[in-house]
């Protein structure tokens, strides 16, 4: 029979190791509260948050966020509306179609994503801080590797090719469908 301690310690062991999805799952929830309280910090909810990364190196149309965000188009409209209205972003008509409409990103939008990306990525790596350098770089490896997979399943091209202020250039960030 094994002393308590011991019993203990096996119990902690198998307490570390959870399984894939369990895993995932429940670091989703803390990444997803980090986030929630770096946008609430600007009076921002989580969709408001995506719609401005998806707008960080790229100028989308108005179709083209809709697909990236999982929106449909007049979720979309109303989405940019708003953002527009506090001045974070605007529309700019596209120089190679005439009845599309790209949305960027305007100067107090640009700062606004700038200060949340500090504060988001200084949480992240107080988290990530549990790990050695070998598996911080192992666990960006496997995560690239899952969502970029998963973005090329979808079309997305995560690494865009060119200047932001290009059109049309792909997501950095595969967006899925959030509320």
Do not use: C, Y
């Not at 910090?41 to 790229?58: A, Y």
């Not at 549990?130 to 970029?148: E, K």
């Amino acid at each position: 029979m094994a002393s308590r301690p011991a019993a203990r310690l096996a119990t902690a062991a198998r307490r570390e190791q959870l399984t894939p999805v369990d895993g995932l799952a429940q670091l989703s929830f803390v990444i997803h509260a980090m986030l929630e309280h770096r946008a609430a910090e600007h009076d921002l909810s989580m969709i408001q948050t995506r719609l401005l990364g998806v707008l960080r190196d790229r100028r989308p149309t108005m179709n083209e966020l809709a697909r990236l965000l999982g929106l449909d188009k007049s979720s979309v409209t109303g989405l940019v509306d708003r953002a527009e209205r506090r001045g974070l972003v605007m529309r700019v008509p596209s120089v190679t179609d005439r009845r599309a409409v790209l949305v960027s990103l305007t100067d107090d939008g640009r700062s606004l994503v700038s200060q949340a990306a500090v504060s988001f990525e200084a949480d992240v790596s107080v988290l990530l801080d549990h790990l050695s350098p070998r598996d911080r770089a192992t666990l960006s490896r496997l995560i690239s590797r899952l969502l970029v997979a998963r973005a090329a399943g979808q079309g997305i091209d995560l690494f865009p090719a060119g200047d932001p202020e290009e059109e049309s250039v792909g997501p950095r960030v595969a967006q899925g469908r959030s509320g």
